[in-house]
C-alpha cells in the first residue's frame, strides 16, 4: 500500500520515510541515522533550527558592548550585550550583511560590531550604522544583522536558528526560571568550561546523558558516590526499597513543597522540552563530591546544605546538574554526522574567591564526561560496522526509548508534513526505572 504524501517525494526523502516507517518502538535507531550523512543534512536543515539550546550564561557578556563567538548547529553565532537591563542580549548570525565575511573573528568588546573586510559597522541592536556607504535606491534599514532567536532564562542566554518555526519558549521559562533563580544560577559566575568533543552522532551523545543503565560499569567514582544510581543503574527491588526510604527521609526534612518541585515537557515540534526534579545525593552527602563535604560556597541564598541535587532539561540538547555549592551545564553541540561538541560548565555562586582550587568541584562531572565520551565513542564505532543491527532499549532506558520515537515521527513530519502521533513511553515506571525520581510525571 502506498503511504500518503510519500508518493511526491524525490527518492531520497522516500528512501529516509520508508526507514522511519521500517522502526521497530523499543530498539535502538537503523544504522543510516547514526552514520548517513544525508540525514544530518536533513536534520540540519529541518530539526535543529527548531531546537532551543543554552548557548552562554549571561555573566560571560557581563558589560554594554560585550560580545562572545559561539557555535550553533554548524552556524557561528555572536551573542552581545546592547544594554545594561538583565535581558538587553542579542544574537546574530556571525555573517556580515554586505558580501557576506565573517563579522567578528574573536571574542570582545565595542561601541559597534565592525566588519574586518571593508569595515561596515553595525549597531550593538543589528542595525546598519555606516549607512553612507550604501549606494542609492537601497535602503539601509534591509541591510541589519540577521537576528538568532534569544531568550534570556535564570542568567542563561537560550538561542535557536530559526525564529519562524521555533516553538514558544515562554513555558520553559515559566516552569523553571524560579528553580534556576532558587539554585543561585542566575547570579554565579563561570569557574571552569572545558570541551570534550565526542566522535559521534549527536543522537548516541543525547542517548547516552538519558539513561544510567550504564553508570555502573562505566562510572564507578558516580556509582560510588550518588544513592540514586545505584536504583537505576540495576534492576534491583531491594536497592529500590532502600532509595525510596531515602526519598521519604529528605522528604521528611526538605518539606512537602520542596519535595514536590518539579517539572516535565517532554516537547515536541511545537513545544519547547523541558524538566526540573530535585532528588537527595543520597547517604547523607551535602555535595557531589568525592567525600560528601562542601567544595564551594552555598548557592541561591541557601544558610545550609540540604543535600539535594536540582536537574534542569533545556530543550532537547542543553542540561544543568546543580547541587547547593556548584552547578555544571551540559551543552551538547552536534558538529557532524560523526562529531559532537559537548561542553560543560561548572559554576558557583559570583562572590566565591577567584583564588579557589577547581579540582575539587569539577571531579564529579569531569571524571564522569571522559568516560562517557569513551563509551559513545566506543558505541559510534560499533554501530559504523557492517555487522550492526538495532538492539532492544531495556526498562532501564526508558529515556532514550522516548527520544527515538519522539526523534522519528518529527522527522517524518517535517518530510512529508503529515501530521506523526504523539510519542508514548513504553516501559512502565518502577522504583528502579531510569527515570528522574522525584516530582517529575513522565507518562
Ligand atoms: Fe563586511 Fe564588506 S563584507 S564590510
Ligand atoms: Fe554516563
Redesign the pocket.
Known sequence: MERAGASRLPPELNAVVELIDQYRLGWSLDQAFYNDPAIFELERRLWFPRQWSVIAHASEVDEKGRYIIRHLYGEEIVVVRFGDAADDIAAYYNV?T????R?CTKDGKGRLLV?P????SFKLTGELQSKQEVPEGIDPANLGLHKVATRIVGGLVLCGLDPDVLPDAQPLADAIEGGLRQQGIDRSRILVRKSYPTKANWKLVLENFSECYHCRPAHPEYFRTNGYVKVVAMRDEAAAVEWQRELDSWHSVIGDAEFKKGAWEAGGLDKVQYGMYRKPIGSGRKTLSDDGEPVSRLMGGRSEYDGGETGFRLGRLSMISSANDYATLFQMIPRSVNETDVYLTWLVDKDVDVDINPDPITWMWDVTTIQDKKITEDNADGIRSRAYRPGPYTDLEAQPAFFCQAYLGEMRELITGEKSPAPVWQFPSKGYSSQPTCAVPVS
Not at 98 to 101: A, N, Q, Y
Open positions: 556580515c554586505h558580501r557576506g565575511s563579522l566588519c573586510y571593508h569595515a561596515w
